[in-house]
T-cell receptor, first 111, second 112 residues
Framework: DVKVTQSSRYLVKRTGEKVFLECVQD?????MFWYRQDPGLGLRLIYF???????EKGDIPEGYSVSREKKERFSLILESASTNQTSMYLC??????????FGQGTRLTVV | GESVGLHLPTLSVQEGDNSIINCAYS??????FIWYKQESGKGPQFIID?????DKRQGQRVTVLLNKTVKHLSLQIAATQPGDSAVYFC???????????FGGGTRVLVKP
């Protein structure tokens, strides 16, 4: 089975902190994604990567950056966390095609 | 701009009945349209997809219909079961860049 693992289920951080969300997949997938999920807004794409060291902005990249130094790992970075970044963050991976595999999510609260 | 949206935020269904979840899209350039299911406390899970050059595709207890004339996508679940209670998302995918864009989600509640 494909496994996408996010490092934390729950995180509480203070405003202004630098926050790292880690995601690892074990299926040698080319593509990896970070989404945030908010009530009524569905899943919105923050960043995605289709290869090591490659990244593309999604629909809401402001306030975020990403890192993909190894194929299996895709990190989301909040440079200076703000309360409006309180959300559920979902990582996903895929080969070329429509089927993506998601992690269980990280619920981040910024206080 | 691109958007994938849903008609109904919540759908209540009697166990054993068929469910129909609808979705409207505005971007005709997508290569695939996809349905995902998200159970409480979990990430979304792929259910079924349909290529943009198809009208209908069937899976196990699910059927996806694509009407390109009115830019409408639907998911039909036959004989809805309690385990079908979840939030369902439609999504679109363009092969170039493999970007997935999601709609807002419909919650399906199955009544015993």
């Amino acid at each position: 089975d494909v496994k996408v693992t996010q490092s934390s289920r729950y995180l509480v951080k203070r405003t202004g902190e630098k926050v790292f969300l880690e995601c690892v997949q074990d299926m040698d997938h080319e593509n990896m994604f970070w989404y945030r999920q908010d009530p009524g807004l569905g899943l919105r794409l923050i960043y995605f990567s289709y290869d090591v060291k490659m990244k593309e902005k999604g629909d809401i990249p402001e306030g975020y950056s990403v890192s993909r130094e190894k194929k299996e790992r895709f990190s989301l970075i909040l440079e200076s966390a703000s309360t409006n970044q309180t959300s559920m963050y979902l990582c996903a991976s895929s080969l070329w095609g429509p089927e993506a595999f998601f992690g269980q999510g990280t619920r981040l609260t910024v206080v | 701009g691109e958007s994938v949206g849903l008609h109904l935020p919540t759908l209540s269904v009697q166990e054993g009945d068929n469910s129909i979840i609808n979705c409207a899209y505005s971007n005709s350039a997508s290569d695939y349209f996809i349905w995902y299911k998200q159970e409480s406390g979990k990430g979304p899970q792929f259910i079924i997809d349909i290529r943009s050059n198809m009208d209908k595709r069937q899976g196990q207890r699910v059927t996806v219909l694509l009407n390109k004339t009115v830019k409408h996508l639907s998911l039909q679940i036959a004989a809805t079961q309690p385990g079908d209670s979840a939030v369902y998302f439609c999504a679109e995918n363009k092969a170039a860049g493999n970007k997935l864009t999601f709609g807002g989600g419909t919650r399906v509640l199955v009544k015993p």
